[in-house]
């Protein structure tokens, strides 16, 4: 999948860190570039510090066509995201007039305080994501986009920003799974169907269900022929144990 | 807390990246190294290829004092961490005769193949991870603990780590939330209860659920007393805006 754009995750919470929160910010984000064709190659979480933030974005958006930050946009003193990509990208943070009038007009003089202003100042160059959910000031600029925390409004900006991202070709997954299947037994039948067909990534999965424990063959690429022929030889390979192939994934 | 060994997690797995599988072993992880009083610094998702996967094993390991991997152990092609880590530390990546001999045993002579060989191949000068439900063979080298992917088989190898990890001060946490409450209105007030206890991390998380909306405080530390001193005030200042402050994180 060589021509698709590539991507990169950064997530800015301590509360991830600290154990308080599941992360589930990633899995949205990841099957979403998957669909429109990017590849994601890395995700990082870290800290609410600023050091920290600077320099994970400038790692990344050298290293990645496009890097999808999450968190720190609100309007208390731990949301610092804003001010630390304007520092990484070394542009002054300052006041958007746009955004300074439409928080305005949305929340009523009196309640614009000045920690409610401070949403209002984006890095010189930014353009704001619109999201149909809150105020939250999320934005791009050059190939980072900065998106809030809370899934529901990093979900709604996302889908602001698909309207705008290039397409790549999508990669697509196919599951097939065997009950009672060892890893072991199909490991080396699996190593040669990835050998034969290289152009799609083959993974073995064991799972542990109440339902039952065995192994899922999953196989995603961009190549749909390649995908269909290394999906069915992998069920060749489950039924050889003696075992009936179910397509897709295991179930919960 | 500067005196509390620092911590990276490494997740190995292109399942992560391709949206296919929900991580839930960061916040296992993080959760218990806070109890164990180590600060988990950072955390990176990398995929299934050795050349980034031995890159984030050395960055991070020059860089924390202790770093968990997750992911990559099994039997399959795909399974390529345990090279992987030989490679980064620069030692031969050998077949280590207790473990062999222990999954010889296990598994009979005849089930013992080639692609289950491999995992009885650890770097030299590893030392075994002892779990309790599987055969999966983590080990310790250095300061990096390579433990499985799937959650159970993890946990039982972290379970075995716990025993001869240094111990930290416990990083306490103390939670306060009100319903109906704005972030923008609290934002000043609780800017001041973090400088005034710089010793503790306050964080500010809004929440939206069915059962109502509003803005937990969340506030976390080895130092007991400012960690009680900070989550009153922040007590206070809910109370101060005409909500019912509730200690403890919002109901799910």
Redesign the interface.
């Known amino acids: 999948m060589p021509s698709n754009p590539t991507a990169a995750i950064l997530?800015i919470g301590?509360?991830?860190?600290?154990?308080?929160?599941?992360?589930?910010n990633?899995?949205?984000?990841?099957?979403?570039?998957?669909a429109l064709g990017h590849r994601?190659?890395?995700?990082?979480?870290?800290?609410?510090v600023a050091e920290?933030i600077i320099r994970a974005v400038n790692e990344l958006r050298a290293a990645y066509d496009n890097v999808f930050t999450t968190g720190g946009i609100?309007?208390?003193?731990?949301?610092i995201t804003s001010e630390c990509i304007a520092a990484a990208f070394g542009v002054p943070w300052e006041k958007h007039q746009e955004s300074w009038d439409a928080l305005e007009r949305h929340?009523g003089r009196e309640?614009f305080?000045?920690?409610?202003q401070r949403?209002a100042m984006l890095p010189r160059g930014a353009v704001p994501i619109p999201n149909s959910v809150s105020i939250a000031p999320g934005f791009s600029i050059g190939n980072v986009h900065v998106m809030a925390g809370?899934p529901?409004i990093m979900q709604a900006m996302f889908a602001g920003l698909e309207t705008v991202l290039a397409r790549g070709t999508p990669?697509a997954?196919r599951a097939v799974h065997g009950l009672r299947v060892k890893?072991?037994?199909?490991?080396?039948g699996?190593?040669a169907i990835?050998a034969r067909y290289p152009q799609v990534?083959?993974?073995?999965?064991?799972?542990?269900r109440e339902s039952g424990s065995g192994v899922a063959v999953?196989v995603?690429g961009t190549d749909v022929e390649a995908l269909e022929a290394a999906i069915g030889e992998a069920e060749s390979l489950i039924a050889a144990e003696g075992i009936t192939p179910v397509r897709g994934?295991p179930p919960v």
């Open positions: 997530i301590n509360e991830i860190l600290s154990g308080r929160t599941q992360d589930v990633t899995k949205f984000i990841a099957g979403r570039l998957a994601l190659e890395e995700v990082r979480v870290v800290p609410d920290r609100g309007p208390t003193h731990d949301d929340l309640q305080n000045e920690a409610r949403m809370v529901r990669i997954m890893e072991g037994s199909i490991a080396a699996l190593s990835q990534d083959v993974g073995s999965y064991p799972f542990y999953v995603k994934e």
